[in-house]
């Protein structure tokens, strides 16, 4: 019997700064999260970064946490529940990090018989940091405790028509009735080195302002490009003035260049400029989390307005919008119809 699994990026157990520092802890010790060798990364992460941030991070946490808890976990649980109404066989859902593990994702499926899974990472955009650690923990997984497991995935869907389709809707519907002069595209953060990382040809990928825009092999990996990518096709289908929209990156870590140009210096330069009135969406994300609901929609509103803005409006997120759930759901009945290799 098949099965699909949607894998999320996890939240800690409370706001409590025990939890948070736990979650952290399995969080930044990814390999693929911060990729420096583990002497570098155990003395930054344990010695460093897991002495000083949690309290900041669970105060952080305690601004959005919702009454049912996490609002990510929620949203996922929601969206998962959504989408298993249209189709016919086992939907689970998981967590890259945190309690609700991989592992119990796809032991939750093998016992109601699945013996294929649909791996759905939710995230549109391919990056070391979300879809390949989803994909090299569940096969180390499947190795593991699941040998007789087959288990295909989804691609990055950053370029689906069907996709752009439905979050450029949703984009248009929530600015509906609402005045902006300039719509932000804010995209989740990444050091350039993970760029270059992740580039198959092993030349492409330069970080320059011809890259992402001369067609390569190295796209079918590159996030910047990829982002870059939603930000044009969504401006493409909603028509947008070349001048009134923008892509930008957040979350940087540590003394290394990340993506640029950074979402809060945007902001800043945006109200420096003049600019009074603007909307924000964050396309890396399905689901809102602390990133969209504490650092874009506080954070980010408050630096517009000390920058002189007026009206700073914050798009959510796709969470369970009906024609996203329909296409997840589409998406998961088509495949079931072909045969996956083992």
């Given at each position: ?7 999320n990026?996890?939240s800690p ?5 025990k ?5 952290l802890?399995?969080?930044l010790?990814?390999e ?12 930054l992460?344990k ?11 669970a105060a ?8 049912d ?7 996922s649980?929601?969206l ?5 109404e ?11 990090y945190?309690s609700?593990t ?8 093998v ?9 759905i ?8 940091a ?6 090299v923990?569940?096969?180390?997984i ?5 040998p007789?497991?087959k288990?295909?995935?989804l691609?990055a ?5 069907e996709y ?21 595209f804010?995209y ?5 080195r ?6 198959i ?12 825009e ?8 590159c996030?910047r490009?990829?982002c ?7 401006g ?5 003035e070349p001048d009134?929209?923008?892509t ?5 870590l ?51 307005h000390?920058?002189?803005g007026?009206?700073?409006?914050t ?6 919008n009906?024609?996203?759930v329909?296409l ?5 009945n088509e495949?079931?119809?072909k045969p996956?290799?083992?």
């Amino acid at each position: 019997m098949k099965g699909a699994l949607l894998v999320n990026l996890g939240s800690p157990e409370s706001p409590e700064p025990k939890d948070v520092k736990k979650y952290l802890g399995e969080f930044l010790m990814d390999e693929r999260v911060i990729d420096v060798p583990l002497w570098a990364r155990t003395l930054l992460v344990k010695g460093i970064i897991l002495n000083t941030r949690p309290k900041a991070s669970a105060a952080a946490y305690k601004k959005i946490w919702w009454e049912d808890g996490s609002p990510l976990i929620v949203l996922s649980e929601q969206l998962q529940e959504k989408v298993q109404e249209q189709v016919d066989f086992p939907v689970a859902l998981a967590m890259r990090y945190g309690s609700m593990t991989i592992k119990k994702g796809l032991q939750e499926l093998v016992d109601k018989g699945c013996d294929e899974v649909f791996l759905i990472p939710l995230y549109p955009q391919f990056a070391m940091a979300t879809t390949e650690t989803i994909l090299v923990l569940a096969e180390e997984i499947r190795q593991e405790f699941f040998p007789n497991l087959k288990i295909d995935s989804l691609p990055a869907f950053y370029n689906n028509p069907e996709y752009i389709t439905v979050l450029a809707n949703s984009i248009k519907d929530d600015l509906k009735g609402k005045e902006y002069e300039h719509l932000l595209f804010s995209y989740h953060g990444v050091p350039e080195r993970h760029i270059r990382k992740s580039d198959i040809t092993k030349s492409h990928c330069k970080i320059d302002g011809s890259c992402c825009e001369t067609a390569s092999k190295a796209h079918e990996f590159c996030y910047r490009h990829q982002c870059k990518e939603v930000t044009r096709l969504v401006g493409e289908y909603l028509k947008l003035e070349p001048d009134t929209y923008s892509t930008s990156f957040q979350s940087r870590l540590g003394f290394d260049p990340w993506l640029q140009p950074y979402t809060d210096r945007t902001i800043e330069r945006l109200g420096k400029k003049g600019i009074k009135t603007m909307a924000i969406a964050t396309p890396a994300f399905v689901s809102d989390c602390l990133e969209t609901l504490e650092e874009i929609a506080m954070e980010g509103e408050e630096i517009f307005h000390e920058m002189g803005g007026k009206e700073f409006s914050t798009i959510p997120c796709l969470n369970t919008n009906k024609d996203w759930v329909s296409l997840l759901a589409k998406w998961i009945n088509e495949w079931s119809k072909k045969p996956i290799e083992a």
